[in-house]
């Protein structure tokens, strides 16, 4: 079974850019984390998809950040216009249901450069 | 707020030594408690959890206890290898934000043969 997957793994922009991160999650699994960690600190959270339906966004840092998830399938995560503090490594989970029971399967990770 | 504090890194250590990364929190309630690894390359791995105080998570011979009187969850590991070397993330969740989970700022380990 494939686990979750992102595109790209490394991506480089300059100040001003758009950027769109994609996460394909587990086949099946209707609920979709996407995290962030900046300047190697703590791994934190963004938001939470249940299918298509955005279940928290509480962690999104500003409007510059835009997540889908059409048809409850894949995500995606744009930035525009990107700043230099949006530098750090993406990271997408998935999970079948959601709460402490259930785990979360994480992704390897985009790489976001900011230049 | 709850928040999950762990020892910086880098640490060294030789082939066959032993390991501790000490982990601390803080949370309302009684959270389930996490280690996550990320190897090079590779996505963030479950390690091992505790649901509950004094319960011991274990795997790959890697343990850590759930500590309710020291808030502490530390990672042990009696003879560490060259292929342990990666990322240690101490983490956190709540029933009551169970979408989140809150982690530490990640301990990285290398391993001289």
């Known amino acids: 079974e494939a686990g979750v997957t992102q595109f790209p793994s490394h991506s480089v922009i300059e100040k001003g850019q758009t950027v769109t991160l994609r996460c394909d999650p587990i086949?099946?699994?209707?609920?979709l984390y996407w995290y962030r960690r900046v300047m190697g600190k703590e791994i934190k959270f963004l938001l939470h998809?249940?299918?298509?339906?955005?279940?928290?966004e509480s962690g999104m840092p500003n409007n510059r950040f835009l997540a889908e998830r059409t048809g409850g399938t894949y995500s995606t995560l744009k930035v525009q216009p990107a700043e230099l503090e949006d530098s750090g490594v993406y990271f997408c989970?998935?999970?079948?249901?959601?709460?402490?029971?259930?785990?979360?399967?994480f992704g390897p990770g985009t790489r976001l450069t900011v230049t | 707020g709850n928040s999950v504090t762990q020892m910086e890194g880098p640490v060294t250590l030789s082939e066959e030594a032993f390991l501790t990364i000490n982990c601390t929190y803080t949370?309302?309630?009684?959270?389930?408690l996490f280690w996550y690894v990320q190897y090079p390359g590779e996505g963030l791995q479950l390690l091992l959890k505790?649901?509950?105080?004094?319960d011991k998570g274990s795997n790959k011979g890697f343990e850590a206890t759930y500590r309710k009187e020291t808030t502490s969850f530390h990672l042990e590991k009696g003879s560490v290898q060259v292929s342990d070397s990666a990322v240690y993330f101490c983490?956190?969740?709540?029933?009551?934000?169970?979408?989140?989970?809150?982690f530490g700022s990640g301990t990285r380990l290398s391993i001289r043969p």
């Open positions: 989970a998935s999970s079948q249901a959601f709460g402490e029971t259930y785990e979360q399967y």
């Open positions: 086949s099946g699994h209707d609920n």
């Open positions: 998809f249940v299918k298509e339906s955005k279940q928290d």
């Open positions: 949370a309302t309630g009684y959270p389930s």
């Open positions: 505790a649901t509950k105080a004094d």
């Open positions: 983490a956190l969740s709540t029933y009551s934000s169970a979408s989140k989970i809150i």
